[in-house]
């Protein structure tokens, strides 16, 4: 179980991490508050950082209590379920594949969770890190086309309107 405490111990560490950072991103760029798609693209990948670590966190404070961690997991991914649902049917800005991965993600880590016992010779806790690193692995795939996406704003200026470097369109 030392490898499991230390997976998820490192798990915690990153996908804080990641969101610190990623929190920056959205500071400094005005637009994923300003335009409701961006605005809901970046709540998704938010929640695809915080939830793996605040599930994680839950795991390493167990102490080695099924009931505790397990506790942790189907409540985070019951509300990664949920928010995945439902940002799979807001209006999509180009990532449906990966949107479309995000719901049975989190429905593997509530499985992972109500697991009795061994699965393929994995211990629940195993299982569990399986399917919470599908998540977090999704998270950082959400995080890299956020960041790669085009410079552009969403809606382009009409004709006569004066654009931020003062250029007429």
Not at 128 to 145: C, D, P
């Given at each position: 179980?030392?490898?499991a405490l230390s997976?998820?111990?490192?798990?915690?560490?990153?996908?804080?991490?990641?969101?610190?950072?990623?929190?920056?991103?959205?500071?400094?760029?005005?637009r994923w508050r300003?335009?409701?798609?961006?605005?809901?693209?970046?709540?998704?990948?938010?929640?695809?950082?915080?939830?793996?670590?605040?599930?994680?966190?839950?795991?390493?404070?167990?102490?080695?209590?099924?009931?505790?961690?397990?506790?942790?997991?189907?409540?985070?991914?019951?509300?990664?379920?949920?928010?995945?649902?439902?940002?799979?049917?807001?209006?999509?800005?180009?990532?449906?594949?990966?949107?479309?991965?995000?719901?049975?993600?989190?429905?593997?880590?509530?499985?992972?969770?109500?697991?009795?016992?061994?699965?393929?010779?994995?211990?629940?806790?195993?299982?569990?890190?399986?399917?919470?690193?599908?998540?977090?692995?999704?998270?950082?795939?959400?995080?890299?086309?956020?960041?790669?996406?085009?410079?552009?704003?969403?809606?382009?200026?009409?004709?006569?309107?004066?654009?931020?470097?003062?250029?007429?369109?």
């Amino acid at each position: 179980m030392n490898a499991a405490l230390s997976f998820y111990q490192l798990l915690t560490t990153v996908s804080f991490t990641l969101l610190g950072l990623w929190f920056v991103v959205l500071g400094l760029d005005p637009r994923w508050r300003q335009d409701p798609t961006r605005h809901r693209a970046s709540l998704h990948t938010t929640l695809m950082f915080f939830l793996p670590g605040v599930m994680g966190l839950g795991s390493v404070l167990s102490g080695g209590d099924a009931l505790f961690w397990r506790a942790f997991f189907v409540v985070g991914g019951l509300a990664g379920l949920a928010e995945a649902v439902a940002y799979l049917r807001a209006p999509a800005d180009g990532d449906r594949v990966l949107r479309a991965l995000a719901p049975p993600a989190y429905a593997a880590v509530v499985a992972a969770a109500v697991l009795p016992g061994p699965v393929l010779g994995l211990v629940p806790l195993q299982v569990e890190g399986l399917a919470t690193g599908l998540v977090f692995v999704g998270g950082t795939a959400g995080l890299w086309l956020a960041l790669t996406r085009s410079r552009e704003p969403a809606a382009r200026p009409g004709p006569g309107i004066v654009t931020p470097v003062g250029r007429p369109r």
